[in-house]
């Protein structure tokens, strides 16, 4: 079984602040990582992912996260963050059994980032 | 682009009532979910299907049941709405592989009263 733990229920910032939204992890097998971005009102959005290779990973409006096995965590950072990125932020986990796959994803509680002007 | 479509943004239903929510995926698809979504709860798994007629159980799948008979459509059915069954309902589909990327509805919220 997999579990996946958001240490941060909410996160406010000011604008072109640095941000890290946190998640930890556990599973007894290797994983994937997601985050998701849901903004109001809307359905939720890959934000970026962690399949294998480099343990950073980037999205494109200039979100990224870092693998770390010893540590089971793949933290979301922002070196400056804008008004709209305001949203909830989610990380996922899914094992990466070969072969056919269901594409189950374990959710965290998620984080609501706030960012003020 | 792939697309997940929601029957419905918004519902208000009654106690008692049976309420069917309605997902519809124009990607070929096989594989698709239904979760809640519930602050402080995060996304919890109802059930999910991997395949035309095919179903499972998820983490939460008391009071709920599901059809899917056509590949690209998965409907989620509240036989008998309460209460605490009030939240926001999304739906997602996954090309199955390895990479388990899911795509996402824009979401129900349902209100029983």
């Known amino acids: 079984a997999q579990s996946v733990t958001q240490l941060d229920s909410q996160v406010p910032v000011f604008e072109e602040a640095p941000v890290e939204l946190r998640c930890n992890y556990s599973s007894s097998v290797s994983v994937y990582l997601f985050w998701y971005v849901q903004y109001p009102n809307q359905g939720l959005q890959l934000l970026l992912k962690?399949?294998?290779?480099?343990?950073l990973v980037e999205s494109i409006n200039g979100f990224e996260a870092e693998f770390n096995k010893s540590q089971t965590s793949f933290h979301l950072r922002k070196p400056s963050v804008h008004i709209s990125d305001t949203a909830e932020y989610f990380c996922?986990?899914?094992?990466?059994?070969?072969?056919?796959?269901?594409?189950?994803?374990?959710f965290g509680q998620g984080t609501i980032l706030t960012v003020h002007p | 682009d792939v697309k997940v479509t929601q029957s419905s943004r918004y519902l208000v239903k009654r106690t008692g009532e049976k309420v069917f929510l309605e997902c519809v995926q124009d990607m070929d698809h096989e594989n698709m979910f239904w979760y809640r979504q519930d602050p402080g709860l995060g996304l919890r798994l109802i059930y999910f299907?991997?395949?035309?007629?095919?179903?499972e159980k998820g983490d939460i799948p008391e009071g709920y049941s599901v059809s899917r008979e056509k590949k690209e459509r998965f409907s989620l059915i509240l036989e008998s709405a309460s209460t605490n069954q009030t939240s926001m309902y999304l739906c997602?589909?996954?090309?199955?592989?390895?990479?388990?990327?899911?795509?996402f509805g824009p979401g129900t919220r349902l209100t029983v009263l």
């Open positions: 997602a589909s996954v090309r199955r592989g390895r990479y388990n990327e899911q795509f």
């Open positions: 962690y399949l294998s290779g480099s343990t």
């Open positions: 996922a986990v899914s094992d990466n059994a070969g072969g056919t796959s269901y594409g189950k994803l374990t």
């Open positions: 299907s991997y395949d035309v007629k095919m179903k």
